[in-house]
């Protein structure tokens, strides 16, 4: 059975598994050691106090937290004030994407990393220096080209993996498929060449604990939402919630982002699960092999009577159809089908990319 492949002991994982989809989540950061923690703790320099000055002939008016002295320069209690990022005074930096009727906006191709034989991290620089992308999570962009022999333009989405307070930059890591005619012009672009976009494109608007625990169901490059909703989760020191993932490849090489995915599982073992599966796995292979299977996910997931639970899910066609049934558009999600709906989970409780 799949199940006694996959777990190593199968009972005593199991039931290990089974602890961790069913304790509650564990507040701040997970009790091991002297983990490191994640993220950056911004420090905004405090004292917001108004200024007097007994020299009348100095004529001074004040604006936000300096005093614009008539030719003087700014004193040494004035600079203290002065904020060392835009943020910190309050003022959001510029988006890029602003939705709406914007239209697209084309950005050049600063830079293109191969990931592995088929994948490849393409950086586009943005058009302001200190503006972030504008997205949201989750949220994606949609990305168009039209060949000089295209009757229509090519539209596929695709989600940055980069973050989204990242400035200049975005990072999209592209999968290149036979007969796809985007994935294909991307893997053809130099630095330098430019590709439209538009955005954001609303998904799935999240929060922090909004759900106790979360399953990310993916395969392919159908990770890539996946990762910008954990990131989002463990930078938040508010987030406690619990996240289990299920990755599906074809090989091992094909694993995206497993560095970042490992780099969450040793600092929240609590909160943070991976199981990957292989369709070919390599010889002393430690997780699971084949599909994902029924009997995968009914260990590794909480109860479907765990009301506060969500599942997600993203990847290759065939795989909704196994896992979840097909959304019927963009904006419809479908009835759900699949593994999870024998496994007795509500449509409420699933959400598809």
């Given amino acids: ?22 304790e509650p989540p564990n507040g701040g950061k997970d009790n ?21 000055y007994r020299d009348m002939k100095l004529k001074s008016r004040r604006v936000g937290h300096e005093s614009e002295a ?32 914007q239209g697209f906006i084309s950005l050049t191709l600063e830079s293109v990393e191969e990931i592995n034989h088929n994948t490849k991290k393409f950086r586009f620089h943005l058009p302001e220096e200190d ?11 949609i990305t168009k080209y039209k060949g000089p022999e295209m009757e229509k333009p090519v539209i596929r989405p695709y989600t940055p993996v ?10 999209l890591l592209v999968k290149k498929y036979p007969n796809g005619p985007m994935s294909e012009h991307l893997h053809s672009m130099n630095p330098g060449q430019r590709l439209d976009f538009k955005g954001p494109i609303p998904k799935y608007p999240w929060e922090a604990n909004k759900h106790e625990h979360i399953a990310l169901i993916a395969g392919g490059t159908g990770i890539t939402p996946m990762y910008q909703l954990a990131r989002a989760i463990f930078k938040n020191p508010e987030d406690k919630t619990k996240v289990t993932l299920v990755y599906g490849n074809l090989t091992e090489q094909d694993i995206l ?5 490992e780099e969450l599982e040793n600092t929240y073992p609590q909160r943070f699960r991976a199981f990957y599966v292989l369709d070919h796995p390599p010889e002393g292979w430690q997780h699971g092999s084949g599909y994902i299977t029924k009997d995968l996910l009914k260990t590794v997931l909480p109860e479907p009577k765990e009301t506060n639970f969500k599942a997600f899910v993203c990847g290759p066609a065939p795989m909704y159809k196994a896992i979840s049934g097909v959304k019927k558009s963009p904006s419809d999600q479908g009835e759900l089908g699949g593994i999870l709906k024998e496994l007795g989970y509500s449509k409420e409780q699933v959400y598809k990319f």
Avoid: C, W
């Avoid at 004035?78 to 930096?93: H, R, Y």
């Avoid at 510029?94 to 939705?99: L, N, P, T, V, W």
């Avoid at 503006?131 to 962009?141: E, F, I, K, Q, W």
């Avoid at 980069?162 to 990072?171: Q, V």
């Fill in 1 to 22: 059975m799949f199940a006694q492949r996959f777990f190593r002991p199968a009972t005593a994982l199991r039931s290990h598994v089974r602890r961790y989809a069913t």
């Fill in 257 to 261: 982002l497993k560095k970042e995915f």
């Fill in 162 to 171: 980069s973050d989204e307070d990242t400035k200049s930059y975005i990072d």
């Fill in 131 to 141: 503006s972030v992308s504008g997205l949201n999570v989750a949220s994606a962009l």
């Fill in 32 to 52: 091991i050691g002297t983990s490191a923690a994640i993220g950056v703790v911004m420090l905004a320099v405090a004292g917001y106090g108004g200024y007097y």
């Fill in 70 to 101: 008539a030719g003087m320069p700014a004193s040494k209690n004035e600079e203290k004030n002065i904020p060392a990022k835009l943020e910190d005074a309050g003022v959001k930096p510029m988006m890029a994407f602003k939705g709406g009727d």
